[in-house]
């Protein structure tokens, strides 16, 4: 009864996230006028009369985007909105509903999902956001949470990944890397205590570290900060899978290229230490690693004594006329091709 | 390193998908205007300007909602989109827009993720719906969709469980029952093949109930009908659960209770055949069996001449004042309580 499918076998491995999306959507039509922009950016865009909504869904697999031995399920819930929101903040939107999908299996308890609910719920409160709605259901192994985001914008102030333009400042919200190191320490903690259940973890003093990749806050004191401003930032992206990843997003969809300068590159120095510890170059942390949920973004060079005057907001480099060339100036001054090795969700761990 | 909580354990279960779900979403708050109505339908309601969006999600688990043994992708991903489709039309609304969430494991190939996406494409070109976004990830296990549907209505429209009086007419498009016996029909064969390797499904003469199993259609044409003939149902709902299941939330979300007449069921001949088979009461099939997506809903007895114009659509009884008490009317005229046996996705199967 099942098909014996005499197809050739392609590894979705080797397309990668951005390859697969592309090779099922590609030429995708459009049957609805309410549809303005589709697949290709943080969050589609959907016009209904004057008012612009935003939409985004976001997948968290146990075992591929968190694991249960050191991520609270409170903490899982309330990432799990943030992400979303930070989608919205991404188009320059603000985030409004949410709904939840569910699978669970019977080893997690009525307790259990009150937990994640209860994360969920904080960060519905911290952002101002409404779940509405939701599916749960059983699954055969593990945890996966789907959350689908409905934000808003007015139609001038939505910001494409597309309108970078040669000349751009890139600028960059609060520091790079602290959560991907936190996760390289929980990690460590984790394989030690496997080594010995009775060791105790020792994470004193790695609390920001740790916020930053249990318990992410998306930027919309940014949003809020640029608009007060009057900027708006020719493209924006939020960085989930890393700097280098994101601003190769950025150039291909605007058709530019960019230079970044590594002393620009903000880092947190609990960071920098963990970085000595595992023998990693801060900068390479800072570029390939995910889930930073800052924003990138690029602004006009009549806009650099505003943005000067926003609080935890860098400019690392600017967008140059060279499509699609990304590149990194060290601190010795080498030039240094920028390419995507962050996190993709596709390469199993 | 991981929480050794000393709380209670309460099963999920335990409390079943409704209980569940109560449970979690409980007095949560609104933050935004927009919000007009959140859990508890089958779709949210948002107001954007004049606007009412409609917002649902589903997800499909593999080895709960689906089989891949007897499941081609290609229906999968059709039936992905129809059920969420019907969930908008179960509001008196036309789905519009929706975004896709896939977890995948290695086991899938990119021409398989084609094979499914070449449904999706079919149900979006069928219903007229805008693929607009999406996530894709990989999976430990196992391929899980989650689907989320944005539709649009007219204020006036717009049909919740709620709106059913004591006296209108409870009414059912299509036929029931049919897409469980496909089902049953489906495990049967699989069953006779695991035993018996060179046997031969036998399926012939049944493509009716295997489509009404494998490829749903949402009654849109329904909805239309009912706009063109001037008829705004005071209640509506989708039949995914089993006829028993929806009619008790639409007699509890209304405060009224319902008389159903056995004689009145909609059944197709060849359902009725395979229940002999199976040594399966029709009716009781048509009560408890899922997945029909035929649309369930009450009418005013005013519109009774103009319900009778509309084709492929059935009475089956009434409302009555006895609030939450659903009977079915037997054929030897004996008056039996209903309860809801219907599918649960939360017990594992």
Not at 143 to 153: D, K, M, N, P, W
Not at 182 to 211: I, S
Not at 290 to 310: N, R, S, V
Request: net charge negative; with cysteine.
């Amino acid at each position: 009864m099942t098909t014996g499918h005499d197809v050739p076998r392609t590894e979705i491995s080797s397309l990668g996230e951005f390859g697969l999306i592309e090779r099922l959507t590609s030429g995708l039509p459009v049957y609805n006028e309410s549809t303005l922009r589709a697949v290709g950016d943080d969050a589609a865009v959907l016009g209904f009369g004057e008012q612009r909504i935003l939409l985004s869904v976001d997948l968290l697999v146990e075992g591929v985007h968190f694991d249960l031995t050191y991520t609270p399920l409170r903490h899982l819930g309330y990432k799990a909105i943030a992400v979303n929101v930070s989608d919205i903040a991404a188009m320059n939107g603000k985030a409004t509903q949410i709904v939840v999908g569910l699978a669970v299996s019977n080893r997690f308890s009525v307790e259990a999902l009150e937990e994640l609910y209860a994360g969920i719920r904080l960060a519905c409160e911290r952002y101002k956001v409404d779940l509405v709605g939701g599916d749960t259901t059983s699954s055969t192994s593990g945890l996966v949470l789907s959350v689908t985001v409905i934000g808003q914008a007015a139609e001038a102030d939505i910001t494409y990944r597309s309108g970078a333009r040669a000349g751009d400042l890139l600028c960059v919200s609060g520091d790079l890397g602290a959560a991907y190191m936190g996760l390289l320490l929980l990690e460590r903690e984790k394989a030690e205590f496997k080594a010995n259940p009775n060791m105790q973890p020792d994470l004193e003093g790695y609390d920001y570290v740790l916020q930053r990749q249990l318990k992410p806050e998306p930027r919309t004191d940014i949003v809020e900060a640029l608009r007060h401003s009057g900027i708006t930032p020719t493209s924006m992206i939020d960085i989930s899978d890393g700097l280098a990843s994101e601003t190769l997003h950025l150039c291909k969809a605007s058709s530019v290229g960019c230079r970044i300068y590594e002393n620009k590159l903000p880092l947190d120095h609990t960071m920098i230490s963990l970085c000595q510890d595992f023998k990693l170059v801060p900068a390479v942390a800072a570029l390939n690693g995910g889930e930073d949920y800052e924003l990138l973004f690029t602004i006009k060079q009549e806009d650099y004594q505003k943005i000067l005057a926003i609080k935890d907001v860098s400019i690392i480099g600017h967008m140059t006329a060279e499509s699609g060339q990304a590149h990194l100036i060290t601190n010795d001054e080498q030039l240094i091709p920028i390419t995507a090795q962050g996190w993709d969700a596709l390469k199993m761990r």
